[in-house]
């Protein structure tokens, strides 16, 4: 059984700089909730309630966020404010959430590792503080099933255009289904020429608690991190890892322009805005087909 998620929120956000100079990427908002709310729903949806925030220095605000806040909880009292009082309590009551901080960004690998206590001797799923995937079945859930029909390390992947394999970690391997890959090679972030196939890692993983002898052992790598990736390659030697194609479409909040495009498409599922903000998007589309 997974019942535990670690959400690896402390690398420094210089994609999104200068936004990200004194505050979290996780907290950046799509349209009225922060990213890493998303996330966290993901994990709940999918059954989890233990969740291990990786944070690390200038990331207070997600701590903040999954607290009670008394005072705004007894204004919105004396407001009769229902609605956000109602939720600004769910936010607090989502999960078991727990944090603890990486000293130095050391890489994704170097992150997890500092799960190890956490999650003791258990499965666990991670998910990418950055990464919101929308879907009908979370994520997460697809995961799970997957690792409860194989019982080993499984991870989502997605297609990607050729030309974006050196932003991934890439797996090759042997397809035993349509969405099911025994993997045999992993590398992060390739040149085109090197990558073993077009599947990325879409930032999602089950694994199981070998990993952290397999990170132990993984040195530095890509950026002079020590990546997960490689510590996956490493313990592929020893163990099956499946690949799992996600069903959802995956939003890196980190990158500026994907997050104008998660933006979009959320605000055009969102009751209240869908008809105003498609109008608008139509008029500025029609301005910009006349210049
Ligand atoms: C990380 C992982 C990479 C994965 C990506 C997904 O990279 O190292 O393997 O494909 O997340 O978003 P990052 O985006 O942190 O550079």
Known sequence: MVKKAVIPAAGLGTRFLPATKAQ???????IDKPTIQYVVQEAVDSGIDDILIISGK??????????????????????????????????????????????????????????????????????????????VIPVTQQLIDTYEQYQCTVIAVEEIPKDKVSRYGIAGGKKMSDKIMEINQLVEKPKLEEAPSNLAIAGRYILTPEIFKAIEKTSKGKNNEIQLTDALQLL??????????????????????????????????????????????????????DT
Do not use: C, W
Not at 113 to 135: K, M, W
């Open 236 to 289: 592929m030697r020893r163990e099956m890892i499946i690949a799992h194609t996600i069903e959802g479409k995956r939003y890196d909040i980190g990158n500026k322009l994907d997050y104008l495009k998660t933006t979009v498409d959320f605000a055009l599922k969102r009751k209240e805005f869908a008809e105003p903000f498609l109008s608008y998007l139509k008029d500025k589309i029609a301005q910009h087909r």
């Open 58 to 135: 200038g990331k207070r605000a997600i701590e903040d966020h999954f607290d009670r806040n008394p005072e705004l909880e007894s204004k919105l009292e004396e407001k009769n404010d229902e609605i956000f009082y109602n939720e600004i309590r769910r936010i607090a009551d989502m999960a078991n959430i727990h944090f603890i901080r990486q000293k130095e960004t050391n890489g994704l690998g170097d992150a997890v590792y500092y799960a190890r206590q956490h999650v003791g001797n258990e499965p666990f799923v991670v998910l990418l503080g950055d990464t919101i995937i929308d879907s």
């Open 24 to 30: 979290p990427k996780e907290m950046l908002p799509i």
